[in-house]
Structure formats: structure tokens, C-alpha cells
């Protein structure tokens, strides 16, 4: 998830070599002479409509972007993304296109703009066109199905969680399961989501907009696939913003970012302790405990007894397990908006007349298309380990080490029997490109904790400036109120003007 920064001595070099491994889909090969060398490609068309999908801004246009179904193969199939844009309402104040790249794998850009864009606008005052797009999956883009039962798509179950004694049994054969299915029925398309993808993808969008150069605000997710569009394409690169990012390690990648969950939620529970034990939500109803120190007991006791007992929900059939009230508060750490109904959670599970009310994420399932996409990228970027004692071995561990979330970062997943093996290596993200990289972290993320941060930080070196946010919650620019890093981003997107050294923004 992530973004890069290079000395400036190496730029046309490194522009020159990268753009040739990106277009040739990591199959290289020498330069045609000039005499002979093919003519590049026509400039892909995208004819803009007024977008019709629900909640569009007002002024909101969207279209339809043909790319290769695989870049290896230019003149073969070709799939079909979902693209938008908001255009500049101030032409003469307008300095080039900004990117929003969402988060995931899933995240939609097309919704994410319609979510972001207004105040997105506000901010930056006319001096970007803002567009997205929806990366191969997701959204109004070419998808994939692996044919899953619904047993198997329930967030709890995608997400691997252990049973209750920590045994993973039962994960290793839903993990074979799935990955079967998707080797029979996902094809072509979900051997296609990667982020090298993801990455040649946008390099088309940018041809299709006939810009030169792209800037991006990234977030989560969104942020490595940034770093490695800039990685291999970095003379394409114009400001670039890289909101909440992982450890780029390309030896583990999404495997790495799983694991580190477990880091996030320690490093983030103690906010929510403190609100949560605040005397200010005894008239809310909300109060878990007279003192914060209480609350992370009290929750790892319900917990266990609810892996005992479950307790019925509002939904027929899907009782709250402590496996959905740990997965409950795994989500309820990304804002502190989501505070009052996890508390809520809580209390009607502690209250034996109570019938507690599900998440909508946990009172579902995913569809079919949404579960391949979500097991497809992880599996087809990296290679994971095969050997199920050693899942067992790294659950044991992880729920010694972090009981909140109980083994289940450590866990088996499809990715362990995954059929095919990823089709190339992932990017190493270097110091190599131009120094236009600013990262903005939370120091309290329960998704991309900020120890992953530094080592995104570390890999671009002089090509990034880190601000540092002394705040809780996945997600920073225009998310969590902080005036200081919302006032430095824009100022950095509008100005150029970037922290001359890493820096930090109080709470």
C-alpha cells in the first residue's frame, strides 16, 4: 500500500527501465529497433455520461475503460472498468488530475469519490480534475466468481478466525475448499487481480485522460498499489499522497499486512478503553467500566464465554459467537465513530433479556463475486506458505501475544493451496524516483499499524516526507478531524509545499 521517492540523479534512468517491464506484463525482452518497433497503441477512448449509480455527486461523470484482460497479451481479450471523474469547476486555477485510489482489496474508487469528493473539492479549490476508477472485481468492473457456498463467504469465515480452543482444523479445509473452487470457476478474470494490475491499469487511465502525469491520494490498500504504479512508472508521477500504508516487504506483502493486525488492534484498543470507561456514557447507557484498565478484561471474558454459549441475535440461525464479537470490535477500531454500537454490542450481550443486534457486515454474507475478489489479490500477488503445522504453530503463538485478536492474523488461508503460483514477483519498493512522496499515518491504526508504516517509510527513503498523527483509526486526510494533517496535505496537493523533514501533527 504504498507510494515512492527517489534521488533525483537516477529518475530517467529508472523511468526508461521501468516502463519497459510494466508494459511488457513482467515479460522482458529487448527493444525493437526503431526501423521495425510497432506503433504504440491508439489512446483508449472513454466517453463521459452523467453517472447514474446511487449517491453520484451532482456534476459526477462516468464511463467505461478497455484494458487488457492480460497484459502479456495485448491483442488478446479485453475487460471493461468502471471509471469517474469530478472535472475542475475553476479552469484557470486547475493544475492537473488527481487520482483517488481506495483501499482493500474491494474498495470502490467510483464510490469513493462520490463519498470524498465534495469536501475533496472544497479543499483543493479547482486544482485538479478528480477521477477514479474501480479496480478489476470490484464495482461496476469486469468481476469473477468461484461458485462458494454462502457457509463460506461470511466475513468470520473469510477472515479465518481459529475455533475457540485455537484449533484451525476447520479453517484448512474451508481454505482448500475455496481455493478449489476458485482454480475451477474463476478463469482468466480473478487470475488477473493483482496489484502489478491494478498499477498497468492505471497508467492506461492516465493515457485515456491524456495527462502526462498523475497525482494521487491513496489510502490503505490503495497506497502500495500507488507505490508500485510509482515504482515502475515514476517520470508519470506528479504529487502524490500516501494515506495509512503497510509494510512493503515484497517477500510477504498482503500476508505481512494480515499478520500485522494483530499489532493494530493492541496498539488501537486502548482508545476505545478510554471511551468506553469515560463517566460521560453513563447517560448514554454506554459506560463498560469505571476505569479503562477494565475494559480489555471484560471484553476477552465476554468474548470467551460467548465461544461457550453463544447468545441468539436478531438474525434467524446466526447466533453472536465470540468469534463475531471479536471480529465486531476489529472493525469497530477503524473510527471512533464506530465506538457507540460496538458498545452497544457489549452491553446486549452481557444483558441476558437483551437480543443483540448484528453488525451489517456480520449479519450477511458476501457475494460471491465480492469473496473471490477478496481471497483472489492476496493469493495471486504472493506466494504463502503450504505447511498447515506451521499455521497452527503461528496461531498458538499470536493468541499468546495478542488475545484480542486470537490467532486469527496468523491464520491458514486459501492462499496455502492456492493452484496457481503468482505470475510474477511483487514490486521491491526503492528510494529510486523523484522526491514527491508525503505519507500521513495514524500513530494508533488497527489496520496498517504504524510499525508497518515506518518500514513503507524506510523503503522510499529521500523520496518521502512522513507526518506523523497522533490519533487512533485507519484513515487520515479529511477522515479524523485533524486539522494539522488535513491542513498539510492539501497545502502539499495545491502548493507543492511538503514538511522539509518527517514531522508530527498533535491530537
Request: glycine share 10%; charged share 20%; net charge neutral.
Amino acid at each position: 500500500m504504498t507510494t515512492y521517492r527517489t534521488k533525483a540523479v537516477l529518475a530517467a534512468l529508472c523511468a526508461t527501465a521501468v516502463a519497459a517491464t510494466l508494459t511488457g506484463a513482467g515479460t522482458a525482452g529487448a527493444a525493437a529497433p526503431a526501423a521495425t518497433r510497432a506503433a504504440p497503441p491508439a489512446r483508449p477512448a472513454l466517453a463521459w455520461a452523467q453517472c447514474t449509480h446511487k449517491d453520484h455527486l451532482e456534476g459526477q461523470q462516468c464511463a467505461k475503460l478497455s484494458v487488457p484482460l492480460d497484459y502479456a497479451d495485448p491483442a488478446g481479450p479485453r475487460v471493461d472498468l468502471a471509471v469517474s471523474r469530478l472535472p475542475s469547476t475553476r479552469p484557470a486555477a486547475r493544475r492537473g488530475t488527481l487520482v483517488v485510489v481506495p483501499g482493500g482489496p474491494g474498495g470502490s474508487g467510483v464510490q469513493r469519490l462520490s463519498q470524498k469528493g465534495a469536501a475533496l473539492a472544497g479543499q483543493l479549490a479547482g486544482a485538479y480534475d478528480l477521477v477514479a476508477l474501480d479496480p478489476r472485481g470490484v464495482g461496476g468492473s469486469v468481476t469473477a466468481a468461484c461458485g462458494l457456498d454462502a457457509a463460506d463467504r461470511h466475513m468470520t469465515t473469510l477472515r479465518s478466525w481459529p475455533g475457540a480452543d485455537g484449533g484451525i482444523a476447520e479453517n484448512a479445509d474451508r481454505s482448500r475448499r475455496v481455493a478449489e473452487a476458485c482454480a475451477a470457476n474463476g478463469g482468466a478474470e480473478l487470475r488477473g487481480f493483482t496489484t502489478a494490475n491494478q498499477a498497468r491499469d492505471m497508467d492506461r487511465f492516465r493515457e485515456a485522460l491524456g495527462e502526462r502525469k498523475l497525482s494521487v491520494w491513496a489510502v490503505s490498500y490503495g497506497t502500495y498499489v500507488t507505490a508500485v504504479y510509482a515504482q515502475r512508472f515514476p517520470h508519470r508521477t506528479d504529487r502524490l499522497v500516501l494515506d495509512s500504508s503497510g509494510d512493503p516487504d515484497p517477500t510477504r506483502v498482503e500476508r505481512g499486512w494480515l499478520a500485522n493486525m494483530a499489532r493494530g488492534a493492541e496498539d488501537r484498543f486502548p482508545d476505545f478503553a478510554a471511551w468506553a470507561a469515560d463517566p460521560a456514557r453513563a447517560a448514554q447507557g454506554l459506560r463498560l467500566a469505571e476505569h479503562p484498565d477494565s475494559v480489555r478484561p471484560l471484553f476477552l471474558a465476554l468474548a470467551e464465554e460467548l465461544d461457550r454459549s453463544p447468545k441468539p441475535s436478531n438474525v434467524p440461525g446466526l447466533p453472536l459467537t465470540g468469534t463475531m464479537l471479536r471480529q465486531a470490535m476489529q472493525l469497530a477500531l477503524y473510527g471512533d465513530a464506530q465506538f457507540p454500537g460496538f458498545a452497544r454490542l457489549v452491553r446486549a450481550a452481557q444483558n441476558p433479556k437483551a437480543v443483540p443486534e448484528l453488525p451489517q457486515e456480520l449479519a450477511g454474507v458476501l457475494s460471491d463475486s465480492d469473496a473471490a475478489l477478496m481471497v483472489g489479490v492476496i493469493c495471486n500477488d504472493v506466494a504463502w506458505p503450504k505447511d498447515v503445522s506451521g499455521y497452527e504453530r503461528a496461531v498458538a503463538a499470536d493468541r499468546v501475544a495478542h488475545p484480542l485478536t486470537a490467532g486469527m492474523p496468523a491464520n491458514i488461508t486459501p492462499c496455502a493451496f492456492w493452484k496457481d503460483a503468482p505470475a510474477e514477483r511483487p514490486a521491491r519498493i526503492t528510494d529510486r524516483g523523484p522526491s514527491n512522496i508525503l505519507m500521513v499515518q495514524n500513530l494508533r491504526d488497527p489496520a496498517t499499524p504504524y510499525a508497518g508504516s515506518l518500514k513503507m517509510r524506510e523503503a522510499l527513503g529521500s523520496r518521502a516526507r512522513l507526518l506523523t498523527v497522533d490519533h487512533g483509526g485507519h484513515g487520515v486526510y479529511l477522515g479524523n478531524g485533524n486539522a494539522c494533517s488535513d491542513h498539510t496535505v492539501t497545502a502539499y496537493l495545491t502548493t507543492g509545499e511538503r514538511p522539509l523533514r518527517d514531522s508530527v501533527c498533535p491530537s
